[in-house]
């Protein structure tokens, strides 16, 4: 079992839809949990990060975490075209600190 | 406010060589990571530097190391390189207090060996 999981994708929602992208995570004590945004040839770009179960909301950004069930998602409101990129989620690993990143899912968002 | 920056942008190497890439980190931040992205996965953490020592290392081999001067910024250097090294070297920074554990990635150096 890989340490974070990411369906691949690609995502495809159509503009103004909800986008919801999923993670889930092998380590038990895992205590702090990011999304990362890049776009194609750039950097990632931080955009939500998350440590207590529930909802954390930011502008058109929802994180929500579940520790009991070992998950993560990342929604987007209103997704616009400018949201297509590949959304990389990250845990902070509980046994020794470090930040363990998933493989990424590429989201397209249809005009 | 600065963010983190890497130089350089871009490097051709020829298998067997040697590179040293580098990072200033975000004003204000004192902790560097390393990361390495292949294409089309996420990144892997290479190590960590924090008060000129390397606190965490990932599963690489010791041909890469690297070094944190006493102003924060951070080298990682690769010797005999390989084509497999061909990815984008990541930095990133953070403050080593309090729980946030949030890192900031610079622009990145994308190093081809050839």
């Known amino acids: 079992q890989k340490e974070v999981e990411q369906n691949s994708g690609p995502l495809s929602v159509p503009e103004g839809a909800i986008a919801s992208l999923n993670c889930t995570y092998s380590?038990?004590?895992?205590?702090?949990f990011f999304w990362y945004r890049q776009y194609s040839g750039k950097s990632p770009e931080l955009i939500m990060s998350i440590y207590s179960n529930g909802d954390k909301e930011d502008g058109r950004f929802t994180a929500q975490l579940n520790k009991a069930s070992q998950y993560v998602s990342l929604l987007i409101r209103d997704s616009q075209p400018s949201d297509s990129a590949t959304y990389l989620c990250?845990?902070?690993?509980?046994?020794?600190?470090?930040?363990?990143f998933g493989k990424g899912t590429r989201l397209h968002i249809l005009p | 406010d600065a963010g983190v920056t890497q130089s350089p942008t871009h490097l051709i190497k020829t298998r067997g060589q040697q590179v040293t890439l580098r990072c200033s980190p975000k004003s204000g931040h004192d902790t560097v990571s390393w990361y390495q992205q292949a294409l089309g996965q996420g990144p892997q953490f290479i190590f960590q530097y924090y008060e000129e020592e390397e606190r965490q290392r990932g599963n690489f081999p010791d041909r890469f190391s690297g070094h944190q001067f006493p102003n924060y910024s951070s080298e990682l250097n690769v010797n005999a390189l390989l084509l497999g090294d061909s990815a984008l070297y990541l930095c990133a920074s953070s403050i080593n207090r309090g729980s946030s554990y949030e890192q900031y990635f610079g622009p990145g150096t994308r190093l081809t060996v050839t």
């Open positions: 990250a845990v902070r690993r509980g046994r020794d600190d470090k930040i363990i």
């Open positions: 380590d038990r004590v895992s205590q702090s």
